[in-house]
């Protein structure tokens, strides 16, 4: 009779608690560009994406948050990037100025770099639809084309002639 007990407790807890469990679907693709035209793009999840062989940083860029502008916000200039899964490590970047938008997808290697003479700020917008394995050190040191050395030498503590060997 308690092996009974235990197991109709076993089994409703087991129901209630994935009841209460949610998250979001699992992502098939590092990320996807919508269009319009249907027919030159990628179906994925309901939507039609560009080829991700064809993206540019040019398609996750937007300039002019800036309008109406604040005054009283830093004007920082940003080296922005992220690096693709593998097997391609691909490079996307862009220099940010005031009121610029990147977006950069979740779970990939991103970095963000001040190269300006003031404070920054920086929003992400982060989505994924590819759970994949990224590795870093294939992703950092074997991207195509390179990171560029100084944005790696220092954090890495790193004489940029090592980076470059790397």
């Known amino acids: 009779m308690k092996g009974v007990q235990f197991l109709v407790a076993f089994v409703v807890l087991a129901i209630a608690s994935s009841l ?12 996807c560009v919508a269009i319009d035209d249907y027919k030159s793009g990628v179906f994925v999840n309901g939507k039609f994406c560009k080829d991700p062989k064809l993206v540019a940083p040019n398609d996750l860029f937007y300039s002019g948050l800036n309008i109406p502008q604040n005054t009283s916000n830093p004007e ?14 691909k490079l996307f970047t862009k220099v940010l100025n005031k009121g610029d938008v990147f977006v950069f997808p979740i779970g990939l290697i991103h970095y963000q770099f001040n190269i300006g003479k003031a404070n920054a700020v ?20 074997g991207s195509d084309p390179p990171i560029n050395p100084d944005v790696l030498a220092r954090p890495f503590q790193l004489d940029q002639n090592v980076v470059k060997s790397l």
Do not use: K, R
Request: no cysteine; net charge negative; charged share 5%.
């Open 20 to 31: 209460v469990s949610a998250s979001d679907p699992s992502p098939l693709q590092d990320f």
């Open 76 to 89: 920082g200039t940003l080296y922005v990037g992220f690096v693709t899964s593998n097997p391609d490590n």
């Open 122 to 141: 920086a929003f992400a917008g982060l989505s994924s639809q590819n759970p994949g394995v990224i590795t870093i050190a294939n992703a950092v040191f």
